[in-house]
């Protein structure tokens, strides 16, 4: 399963590169996340507009009404197509492996 | 000679032991990820720099760059919002000029701006708003900038006014917006369109921009033509700029509100945008006054009894700059900094200021001031995007 959701990602960041016109991807399919219940839905769910880096980058900061309030605002602003339930597990798996 | 020797120095380690095998990649205030995750890379055309974001790109230029007067196209900042990027065919873009606020509409290619309009050049400095974002305490989310979102160059254009009178500015004009060709990749994600007031567009100074430090505007700064808002906050200076509408309304939207917004009534700001104001909130608009020591790298050993030089740039929202004042001992005394060339009141200012340290830890500050005699805060204004972090830069130097 681990495979397969990394699987998925790169071949997300392939067909993000081909239709952004060769905008650069450069090392970003080297960005590991730390495992947890909840990683696979962040490398395929929040991959489709950004790159992983963003989330070590804003850690560890971040309480979980933090992560929840980032979270929110990609899907309510950024229209990230998020299911509510999805939306929980990303935000336990964000507070618990990135948060304070 | 001197410097290059600091330089040597300079490169001999740190003083805690030479232990940290990282490059410099900001500051350690900086969010303890933000350090892990920050790595040098390399965007085609660029050289390395400090890469915050893969995608969209978000690449900081390093402090010791920002001391040149201008800096290298190479080495400027690249900061987007959105993902898709689209590299522009010159010969077949065209910029589209109207909006309910124009008398016509117009249709320009490159060739045209360049043969028909009178082309000018101006020094200013390009800074995000965000710059400095990682160091606000409490640390709030976003890219975590440090002191490098920022950069100063030659913009080479045509006057945005000259082009707006050609299509015709009615008297109902309240706001100038600005589209680029980027766009995020998600149909739902909202276009990073934003406006400026109609005085500010009609400001002899805002310029619609073709080259920069003497080449056609690279493709990671808005080729083929951005938007130069000189003084303002590079939110406004648009990128890839596809098309221009003269509005009769104030422009709504994500990225003018709730984004890009500083509390009303916090920071000393003359140029205001009425048309945007709430009661609680105001957009950013013109840079604080700030400086930047760029050659002394916090906690490195330079050497005791002989000269060594604290050099570094100052700048503010086009007032100009009036001082700077150098502390070598944590802010007790200060003496006045020697000023570099003007290239301007929007530019950057150079500055330098040698002292003789004794043997022993020194704590080295700057802090500019303007001509209006607004200076630099010792503390933070704190506000949740962290924005006009303004406060004196300091760095913890050991000399042996």
């Known amino acids: 399963m681990h495979v397969m959701s990394r699987v998925a990602a790169q071949t997300a960041f392939l067909l993000i590169g081909l239709f952004a016109g060769g905008a650069a991807t450069g090392g970003e399919d080297a960005i590991t996340l730390k495992d947890g219940d909840g990683r696979a839905l962040v490398e395929t769910n929040c991959v489709m507009c950004h790159s992983l880096d963003y989330i070590e980058m804003n850690s560890p900061f971040l309480d979980r009404k933090g992560w929840d309030a980032s979270v929110n605002k990609m899907i309510k602003v950024m229209g990230a197509p998020v299911s509510p339930e999805e939306a929980q597990t990303i935000v336990d798996y964000l507070s618990s492996r990135y948060g304070k | 000679m001197l410097s290059r020797r600091r330089l040597l120095l300079a490169t001999a380690g740190l003083w805690a032991g030479g232990a940290r095998a990282r490059p410099d990649v900001g500051p350690a205030a900086l969010p303890e990820g933000t350090l892990s995750s920050s790595t040098y890379d390399t965007l085609p055309g660029k050289l390395p720099l400090i890469k915050k974001s893969f995608r969209p790109p978000n690449f900081e230029t390093p402090a010791r760059v920002l001391g040149e007067a201008f800096t290298p196209n190479e080495a400027f900042f690249v900061r987007y919002h959105l993902s898709s990027i689209p590299e ?25 701006l360049r043969r028909e309009f009178t ?22 989310p976003g890219v975590q900038w440090g002191h490098g979102a920022m950069g100063n160059a030659r913009w080479r254009g045509v006057r945005l006014k000259e082009v707006l009178e050609r299509a015709g500015v009615k008297s109902g004009a309240v706001e100038v917006a600005f589209d680029g060709t980027d766009s995020g990749v998600v149909d739902k994600t909202p276009d990073f369109v934003k406006s400026i007031p109609a005085w500010k567009a009609l400001d002899e100074n805002t310029l619609l921009a073709y080259e920069m430090n003497g080449e056609p505007l690279p493709h990671w700064h808005g080729a083929p033509l951005r938007l130069v808002v000189p003084g303002w906050t590079a939110t406004y200076w648009i990128k890839h700029l596809a098309r221009i509408e003269v509005l009769a309304q104030p422009l709504t939207g994500f990225w003018m509100n709730p984004a890009y917004r500083i509390p009303k009534g916090r920071f000393p700001i003359v140029d205001r945008f009425v048309s945007q104001e709430n009661e ?10 700030n400086s930047l020591i760029t050659n002394l790298r916090d906690r490195m050993l330079y050497r005791s009894r002989t000269p060594l030089f604290v050099r570094g740039i100052a700048w503010d929202g086009g007032y100009g700059i009036a001082r700077v004042d150098v502390s070598t001992d944590g802010g007790r005394t200060w003496g006045t900094a020697e000023l570099g060339e003007d290239f301007g009141r929007f530019s950057t200012r150079q500055w330098s200021f040698a002292f003789v340290p004794e043997p022993g830890d020194h704590v080295v500050m700057a802090r500019a001031t303007n001509r209006l005699g607004a200076s630099q805060s010792f503390e933070l204004v704190f506000n949740p995007a962290g924005y006009h972090n303004n406060v004196v830069h300091s760095v913890n130097i050991r000399c042996t």
């Open chain 2, 88 to 112: 522009v065919d010159p010969a077949a873009w065209r910029l589209a000029v109207g909006g309910e606020a124009a008398a016509g509409t117009l249709s320009l290619s490159l060739d045209v």
């Open chain 2, 119 to 140: 082309p000018v050049e101006i020094a200013a400095v390009c800074q995000c708003s965000g710059n400095r974002r990682g160091l606000s305490n409490p640390h709030v």
């Open chain 2, 280 to 289: 609680t909130t105001t957009p950013i608009t013109e840079m604080v006054v």
